[in-house]
């Protein structure tokens, strides 16, 4: 059974709420791509590839408008051609199910930019 992660949102969690893990962190790992891994049991990183400095850029501040309307802000690294994403809930001091709505929002912005060069090739 896979979550549906775009049907929800992120959540205020209070200090001390823990952190995903175990059966729940693996439910929550094959409801997103496979580029977002968990790094150091700590948070989830992915990559994404650009043509060039414009397009990552552009893809950085779609990824910051949604984080903003979620309310859950991830660090971003941007440089030529490549995106780097690190998300985490601090108050959990760890990863929770609010990085993985996220990563499943990032997930869709770069399905709809693929789409919509599919169909400008056309």
Known sequence: M???LLSRH???LPEGTPPLSGEALTS????VDSRWKLSDDHHLEAEFSFPDFAAALAFTNEVGAL?????H?????????KVQVRVW??????VSPNDF?????IDTLVREAD???ADARK
């Open 115 to 117: 789409k919509a060069e």
């Open 2 to 4: 896979t979550l549906d």
């Open 10 to 12: 992120c959540t205020h």
């Open 28 to 31: 929550y790992q094959e409801a």
């Open 101 to 105: 709505i996220l990563a499943a929002r």
């Open 67 to 71: 984080a903003e309307a979620e309310d």
């Open 73 to 81: 802000h991830p660090e971003i690294t941007l440089t030529w051609g």
């Open 89 to 94: 809930t601090h108050t959990v001091g760890g």
